[in-house]
C-alpha cells in the first residue's frame, strides 16, 4: 500500500467511453427539466456545483480563479445546463465539453442526493446523450471516481460506456481548506494531520 498524507485524499478515477452514437429509445420519464445555461455566473454555477457535488467532495471549480472558469464556462463548445424540478428549483448539472474535435467529455454529471435511486439519472444520462451526439462528434467521454455515487460506475457502464484507463489522484481535502463544510461526504473520514 501507499500512504497517503492525512490531509489528503486518494482516489481512483476511471474513463469510460462511448465510440458508437447509441440507438434512438424513448425518452425515460421524470418531472425535471434543463435549462440552458448561456454564459453563466461564475458565483451562481459554483452554488450549483457545490450543491451537487459536496457530497462526493467535488472541488475543482471551487477553487479555480473566476477568469479561468469563466473561460471554460462561456466558452461557446461548453454547454452548462441546470436540471430543474418542477417548482424551477436547481437540483443537478450537466455540463458538456464539445472543446476537442470530435469529442463531447461529460465534464459534470450529477443530482442531489436526494434524487439518487429514483431513475432520474437515466433521464438526466439521455438527456446528456442526445447532446453530446452531435453531427461531428465519434467519442463520448467521462471520468468517475471512488468518491463518486457508489453506482456511478456500473452506472456508466449500462449506459454503454465501456471504460478504459484508472489512474490515482490526490489532493488536499477541500473540507480541511475550507472549500466544503466539514460534515460533507461523511462517508469519507476526514483525518485531521497531527501536530
Not at 41 to 49: E, G, T, V
Not at 103 to 131: D, K, N, S, T, V
Not at 181 to 193: D, T, V
Request: proline fraction near 10%.
Amino acid at each position: 500500500m501507499t500512504p497517503v498524507d492525512p490531509a489528503e485524499v486518494a482516489t481512483i478515477v476511471t474513463t469510460l467511453e462511448m465510440r458508437t452514437r447509441p440507438r434512438p429509445r424513448p425518452m425515460p420519464n421524470a418531472p425535471l427539466g434543463l435549462v440552458a445555461w448561456a454564459d453563466p455566473d461564475p458565483a451562481k454555477y459554483r452554488a450549483l456545483f457545490a450543491r451537487v457535488g459536496a457530497p462526493w467532495l467535488w472541488f475543482s471549480r471551487l477553487v479555480m480563479r473566476d477568469d479561468m472558469l469563466t473561460a471554460i464556462i462561456h466558452d461557446p463548445a461548453v454547454s452548462v445546463f441546470a436540471v430543474v424540478d418542477r417548482a424551477g428549483i436547481e437540483v443537478g448539472l450537466l455540463e458538456l465539453d464539445h472543446r476537442r474535435p470530435g469529442e463531447c467529455e461529460i465534464a459534470y454529471f450529477g443530482l442531489i442526493p436526494e434524487l439518487a435511486g429514483r431513475g432520474h439519472g437515466r433521464w438526466l444520462m439521455a438527456q446528456a446523450l442526445m447532446r453530446a451526439w452531435t453531427a461531428s462528434v465519434e467519442r463520448v467521454w467521462v471520468h468517475t471516481c471512488t468518491l463518486d455515487h457508489p453506482s456511478a460506475l456500473n452506472f456508466y457502464r449500462r449506459q454503454g460506456f465501456v471504460a478504459i484507463g484508472r489512474a490515482v489522484e490526490t489532493f488536499a481535502d477541500p473540507r480541511l481548506l475550507g472549500l466544503l463544510p466539514e460534515g460533507a461526504a461523511p462517508q469519507i473520514p476526514l483525518i485531521r494531520p497531527v501536530g
